[in-house]
Every structure is written in C-alpha cells, then in structure tokens.
C-alpha cells in the first residue's frame, strides 16, 4: 500500500511537470506567434474587424481568379488540345488584332486631339475639351447600335444608296458586320481614354524646357518629337493599357457586330452549359491580359521623364495658321462621328418609341431593376472599399499589399469570367442564392471595386495619420477610429467613387445577361434584346437614358484629368 502511495505521488508529480511544460511551451509558442505577427504589421497590427473586413473583400474578389485557374488545370488533356486545335488559335488571333489595332487608332486620334485642344490656339478649344470627352458615357454597345441602324442592311445609308438610280446597280460597299466595323465603333468610344490622360500631361508640361530647345534652333516638329513626346510617353502608355484592357473585355459591341473573340466565345459556351471549355478560354484571355500589364509596367519603368526646374510656366499656345480650317473640321468629324450622329439616331428613335408608348410600365420595371442593383452594388462598395484603402495606408504589410492587390483583380476581367467564377460558387455551395439578383449585385462589386477605391484613396492621402493617432490614444479601437473618425473626412471621395460604381453598374451588360434570374431585365439587358430584335423604337430610350444617367460623373471625370 506505502508503495502504491509513493508511486500515485510520483505520477502525479510527473504530470504536474508535463502540464507545466505544456503550458510553458504553449506560452512560447503564442509569443512566437504573437512576435511575428507583430513583425509582419511592423508593429501596428490591425484588429480583427477591420482585417476580417479586408479578408472577406479579398477573398470575394479572388473567386473569379482562383475558380477559372482551378477548372481549367483539370479540364483535361483532350479538351485543352481539342480547343488548341480549333478555337483557340483563331480566337487568339482575332483578339490580337483587334485589341492592337483599335490601341494604335485611339493613340492617334486621343493624342492628335489632345494636342490641337490644349497647346494650339484652337476656337473653342475649351467647349472641345468638354464635347470630345463625352464618347465616355455611351458605352460602345450602345454605339454598336446606332451605327447598326445607319450602315446596317436595310439601314438608314443603304436605303439611301439603293433608292439611287444611279448607284442601285452597284453593291453597297459597306458591311458593319466585319472587323472593320468592330475595330470603328470601338475606336470611336474608347479614344477618350487617350484624349483625357493625354491632355492632363500637356497642360503640366513646363513651358522653360521648350523655349531651351527652340534657344538651340530646333523646330516646333523637332521640339514636339524630341521635348513633348518624351513627357507624353508615361501618358501615352497609361492611356494603351486602359484602351487595351477595355476591348480585350468588351463584349456588347463585339457579339452586336458578330466578331469573334474571346468574351464572346466564352459567353456562348456559358450559354451551351460547357463550363469547362468555358473556364479554359478564360484562363487563356487571364494570361493575356496579365501579359499586357506585364509588358506595361515593364516599358513603364524604363520610361521615367521628370521636371526638375522650380520655375513652372504653362505652355505657350500655338497658332494654327492655315491649318484653322483643316484642324477644326478634324475635331469636328470626330466629334460629328463619335456623338453627335449616335445621339441624332437615338432621339429619333426614342421620339417613334416614346408616341408608340415605349414608356410603359415594363419600362420602368427596367429601370427600377437597374437602379436596385447598380445602388446596391454602390452602397457595398462604398462599404468595403474603406477598409481596404484604411489597411493599406495605415496598416502597411505583406498581408494588406495582397488584399489591395486581389481587390483590384474584378477591374481586368471581363464581366464573363467575373459571372463565371460567380456561378460555379453559387450553383455549387449557395444554391439558396442562386438565381437571384444579389448574384448580379456581387458581380457589379467585384467588377467595379476599384474605381470607389480609387476615389477613397484619394481623399484618405489628404488626412495626416495624426488624426487616427489622436483617436487610439483616447482608447478607440481601429475599426471604431475608422468609422467614426475617418469616414467623416473621406465622405465626399467614398461618395464619388460610389457614384463611379452606380453608373458603371448601369451600363454593364454581359454579367447581368449571364446572372440575372428569369424574368429580372436591366434597361442594359432591354438595350440588347431588342437590338437584336432590330426593335429600335423600344431599345433607344432605354440607350439615351444610360447616357443621361452616366453625364453625371463625366464632371468629377473631367476635374481629375
């Protein structure tokens, strides 16, 4: 028994020691933890609710991404090589050609214009700079159409030439329905990009580098080539990649105009339910575009131009001379071509639409749709774009650059991809949501996140971090600093980008043909329905109401650039 005794001492010694070094180590474990954890924010960790509101935006934002590269590694060798052989190639060549020659076109056009309207002495130049920006809010679906009726088989031009007795017997030249008409209409509606960028790098170039170079007998051309275009090539660039970014997603103008590239192939085996050759051609579009960035930021840091001189002066304007007459006509045809004939062909058919009762209670079923989910979409943005911007400015680290990174993501994919990822998550692990409108609303969040986080992330720049050092120390959490302190200074920008977002959710068309439930149509969706339907009398009110509707940003546009 005295043994018995001694030995239950002894265990129960032993396992006092082996539970004390458990917790010992336990405790050494969570401080290595902790220490690291502290390392990675540099000493300043967020609090949960504030990095949990990160994570979730990150992880949302990454669902498209990460769903296409995980389809498409097991798609399987027989489908990659069946669509290597036969859709790929020519899906890849179309999209090439046209992405590099509609990014040439708007270079020329956008700088050219940029150009004669800020350094020459232009009439008017001022009423151009505003009038040449407004291509911006039709969205080249819209454009598509217009330019559908007018040089269309049986269109406006045709019936013309064919009422001709003198050209009856001759064929009509022109088929919109073509490369040519595809590589036009967007080139016609994304020049802008070009136009704006471009025209804020001319405004801020420093007058005292050009009267050196004319002090040593170089030219205005010789001044333009080796002066100007050095500073405009950073502009320039910017420009391209947004051109390029945009016609490698666009896919309303190209399926209106039948070509064929890769957003309209996969929207088409979306609609066939082959997912998996769906998610293969996104998964090589996905690659494509990250080459463009690639290749972007690489000519970009290679191409670093700076103004060193303290003693800014603004450009001298330069006369046109002769050149008047010809300057103004081409600022004139573009403008004639890219706005004023696509909105003459709108109000005509709004006029039809509007005596034959286009404006009926469906109309404005579409409409109150478009607005539900385009306000929702903004007011979710406008809820997760804060944290992202507040962790990233003041929570610096490995962890808040990814999030930044991944909520950025939605921006360079097509609005196919973006609904693709989004109903293999729902179909497959929500199904309660599925074939509802939210799905529709997460798609135009993900798509549009960047442009409020944009907005936000201008204004926070202008609050000091003292602000937020102010608060902690009278013991407010980060979250609670964030929403309290912060919010309250940065709302005019978070309201700005949510506006961005509601109008960009307006006009989206290829997610909300993919996502929204039967029966739930877009003024977006009634735009193409009835445009294929060749329905003009009930497509074009709903068009110039998306254009009304997206002038209100163009402003805020117009200030930033």
Request: with cysteine.
């Amino acid at each position: 028994m005295k043994l018995d005794r001694q030995q239950g001492f002894r265990d129960k010694q032993l396992n006092k020691q082996e539970h004390e070094v458990r917790v010992q180590s336990s405790r050494t474990l969570f401080h290595l933890v902790r220490f690291y954890w502290r390392r990675v924010w540099n000493g300043n960790p967020p609090d949960f609710y504030l990095l949990g509101l990160g994570l979730i935006t990150a992880f949302v934002m990454g669902v498209p991404i990460f769903y296409v590269i995980w389809r498409s590694l097991f798609a399987g060798t027989d489908r990659w090589m069946r669509l290597l052989d036969s859709r790929i190639p020519e899906l890849l060549q179309n999209t090439l050609l046209l992405t590099v020659a509609v990014t040439t076109a708007t270079l020329i056009i956008g700088v050219s214009l940029a150009w004669l309207v800020n350094r020459c002495q232009l009439p008017g130049r001022r009423t151009w700079q505003w009038l040449l920006a407004l291509p911006l809010v039709i969205p080249p679906y819209v454009g598509a159409m217009t330019y559908v009726i007018i040089l269309g088989p049986r269109g406006w031009l045709y019936r013309w030439w064919t009422e001709q007795p003198w050209l009856a017997h001759i064929e009509f030249p022109l088929n919109i329905y073509s490369f040519w008409g595809v590589f036009f209409a967007l080139t016609m509606f994304t020049y802008p990009y070009v136009f704006l960028i471009a025209s804020a790098a001319l405004r801020k170039m420093n007058r005292n580098f050009e009267d050196m170079a004319r002090s040593q007998g170089l030219t205005t051309r010789q001044i333009f080539w080796k002066v100007n275009l050095p500073f405009l090539r950073p502009a320039i660039g910017a420009g391209a990649i947004l051109v390029s970014l945009y016609v490698l997603s666009d896919f309303g103008a190209i399926a209106m105009l039948r070509y064929n590239t890769f957003t309209s192939a996969i929207y088409y085996q979306m609609g066939s339910y082959d997912r998996i050759s769906a998610s293969v051609l996104s998964l090589v579009l996905i690659v494509l575009t990250l080459i463009i960035l690639w290749v972007e930021s690489k000519t970009r840091s290679k191409q670093k131009y700076y103004q060193t001189s303290n003693s800014y002066r603004e450009p001298e304007l330069l006369p046109l001379g002769r050149w008047t007459i010809p300057a103004l006509l081409y600022v004139a045809l573009v403008f004639f071509l890219s706005v004023a004939l696509p909105l003459i062909v709108l109000i005509y058919w709004s006029n039809i639409g509007i005596r034959m009762g286009a404006l009926d209670t469906r109309f404005w079923g579409y409409v109150f749709n478009s607005v539900k989910v385009a306000g929702l979409a903004a007011l979710i943005s406008m809820l997760f774009a804060l944290p992202v911007i507040y962790l990233k400015s003041r929570y610096p680290s490995v962890i808040s650059k990814v999030i930044d990174k991944l909520a950025y993501a939605g921006y360079a994919l097509p609005g196919v991809i973006v609904a693709l990822g989004i109903v293999f998550i729902f179909n497959q692990y929500i199904t309660w949501l599925y074939n509802t409108f939210f799905l529709v609303v997460i798609a135009y969040f993900i798509r549009f996140l960047p442009q409020a986080l944009q907005s936000g992330e201008a204004s926070l720049s202008l609050v000091s971090p003292r602000v937020d050092e102010a608060a902690r120390s009278l013991g407010q959490t980060p979250w609670k600093v964030l929403f309290t302190v912060i919010l309250p200074l940065v709302m005019p920008g978070i309201l700005a980008g949510g506006a961005l977002v509601f109008v960009s959710s307006i006009k989206e068309l290829p997610a909300t043909l993919l996502l929204r439930p039967p029966g739930f149509d877009t003024l977006a969706v009634r735009v193409w329905v009835e445009a294929r339907e060749a329905i003009y009398h009930l497509a074009a009110p709903a068009a110039l109401l998306i254009i009304l509707v997206s002038i209100l940003p163009l402003k805020w546009l117009l200030k930033k650039y």
